[in-house]
């Protein structure tokens, strides 16, 4: 049982999680968010890898992207700077970004290089469902990995529930058709949705993302899932000149 797991075994309410890019705002600055993060509260976290065509992304992400791209940040890299990762987080981590970057790399290299610095799972969001069935599972259960599939309004009710079936950690709900960054409006077709999921009675717990930004749309999404994700708020909110305050302060919202 990875850490990951191992959270939603323990805590299935109200759970927090951090979306940022790696090698944003600086190259160096990873390793450091992490912490920063952890130590205010985040319960677990979305590192990015970046990549140059970033279609599910919003202007906000992909000029992160496109920064730390611009600074030199590659997979390579990331795996280098996170080789310290277990001796300064506890909390589960996932690596998250497009699968050309991980068929690149190497998909055994990538569960493998995932396992020795202690990422816990990723989310591959143009990583088909046939395709991850059929020839890479086995590589990411060899390494550990818990891979993370994306659910839509969109998505049928057979498909969602062949996700349940191959999902072992959680699955990411996405508030609305829209790329990352718009904000969540919880109207009655998004209440609808997240009925309709609830009602399904899936074995996995589910965490939603895509247009949250603050404690209230935090408080919105945590009332029809397990919690939610953020990712464009908190990346907008770093300061590099001030990456402590500016963590620090972005966070404090949701100590209440």
């Given at each position: 049982m990875n850490r990951l797991q191992q959270l939603f075994k323990t805590q299935q309410k109200d759970l927090l999680s951090i979306y940022y890019t790696a090698g944003y705002p600086k190259l160096d600055?990873?390793?450091?968010?992490?912490?920063?993060?952890?130590?205010?509260?985040?319960?677990?976290?979305?590192?990015?890898?970046?990549?140059?065509?970033?279609?599910?992304?919003?202007?906000?992400?992909?000029?992160?992207?496109?920064?730390?791209?611009?600074?030199?940040?590659?997979?390579?890299?990331?795996?280098?700077?996170?080789?310290?990762?277990?001796?300064?987080v506890s909390i589960p981590i996932l690596l998250m970004g497009y699968v050309?970057?991980?068929?690149?790399?190497?998909?055994?290299?990538?569960?493998?290089k995932c396992q020795e610095v202690g990422v816990d799972g990723c989310i591959i969001p143009d990583l088909p469902m046939y395709e991850y069935e059929e020839m890479y599972r086995p590589t990411f259960e060899k390494y550990g990995l818990s891979n993370i599939f994306l659910v839509t309004p969109q998505t049928s009710e057979e498909r969602i529930r062949k996700i349940d079936g191959l999902s072992n950690a959680f699955i990411y709900l996405v508030s609305s058709s829209a790329t990352t960054g718009s904000n969540l409006t919880v109207s009655e077709s998004s209440n609808t949705y997240f009925k309709r999921i609830a009602d399904m009675k899936l074995k996995n717990p589910v965490m939603i993302g895509f247009g949250i930004s603050n404690q209230e749309t935090f408080k919105a999404a945590s009332e029809h899932a397990s919690g939610a994700i953020i990712g464009s708020a908190f990346v907008k909110a770093i300061d590099e000149n001030n990456l402590e305050e500016s963590v620090k302060g972005f966070m404090g919202q949701f100590r209440s």
């Open positions: 600055d990873t390793l450091k968010i992490a912490e920063m993060l952890e130590q205010n509260g985040a319960k677990f976290l979305e590192i990015g890898f970046p990549y140059s065509d970033p279609v599910a992304d919003g202007p906000i992400i992909q000029a992160s992207s496109k920064q730390a791209l611009d600074s030199g940040m590659t997979l390579h890299l990331l795996f280098e700077q996170l080789q310290d990762l277990r001796k300064k050309n970057v991980v068929l690149q790399y190497g998909v055994e290299e990538f569960c493998k």
